[in-house]
């Protein structure tokens, strides 16, 4: 089973920061496109951001300004540095292996998955 293992959520004041990380096995790294998704109290799962083979990234309206992705293909190991948080950004969040747009990084959606993360806890306090 594939196995991609996020990292580094907690719990921060509204206003804080925290960097997630997730790391992939390397033929998975290196075959797809990575995306995060969050999943608030009941609330559906929402695509975040993502970054293609080529670094380029794609955000959700709700995180442009607030959010990075970016990767390291020497640690096959993609993370989303999340700034100003808000406590409407509570939630678990999940990286993916997305299959890849030929037009380009877009949103990521739930039917481009090819392999999902466990998820990591965040919560933001105010």
């Known amino acids: 089973q594939v196995q991609l293992v996020e990292s580094g959520g907690g719990s921060v004041q509204a206003g804080g920061s925290l960097r997630l990380s997730c790391s992939a096995p390397?033929?998975?790294?290196?075959?797809?496109?990575l995306g995060w998704f969050r999943q608030g109290p009941g609330t559906e799962r929402e695509g975040i951001a993502t970054?293609?083979?080529?670094?380029?990234?794609y955000y959700a309206d709700f995180v442009k300004g607030r959010f990075s992705i970016s990767k390291d293909d020497a640690k096959n190991t993609v993370y989303l540095e999340m700034n100003t948080l808000k406590p409407e950004d509570t939630a678990t969040y999940y990286c993916a292996a997305l299959s890849c747009d030929t037009r380009g990084p877009t949103l990521p959606t739930i039917p481009s998955v090819i392999h999902w993360g466990q998820g990591t806890q965040v919560t933001v306090s105010s």
């Open positions: 970054i293609n083979k080529g670094g380029t990234t």
């Open positions: 390397g033929y998975v790294y290196k075959s797809y496109c």
